[in-house]
């Protein structure tokens, strides 16, 4: 049951961008649930320079059947060119958990 489910780590500009892109998500069951990690702070290389920033982070939980539409929708509503969006594999856990996971992505 493990090997459905996938942890989807992404981060947003702001709470606010955060949080509409989480409730999105829930909303249209691509995820059953999106943490938000606020406070951190990203420093990359874009476009040839070093910069820093403040992020949130976010963790979707969601079903493998589902990362290609939640990728389009975050690509969709998100500020950023390119969006951080990575796909964490479950490999085991709370079994209860994971089918809570289930019946909300399945509409029950």
Known sequence: ?????????????SPEEARMIGEALV???????????????SIYR???????????????KTGRDRVEALTDRVIRLHSY?????????VEGGNRAFLGWIGEQLGGG
């Open 46 to 60: 874009w476009q040839g320079e070093i910069e820093r920033g403040e992020e949130v982070v976010m963790i979707a």
């Open 81 to 89: 060119d390119c969006p951080c969006i990575v796909v964490l594999p």
């Open 1 to 13: 049951m493990a090997t459905d489910f996938c942890f989807v780590y992404m981060t947003a500009g």
């Open 27 to 41: 909303a249209e069951r691509l995820a059953a649930c999106v943490n938000l990690i606020g406070g951190m702070t």
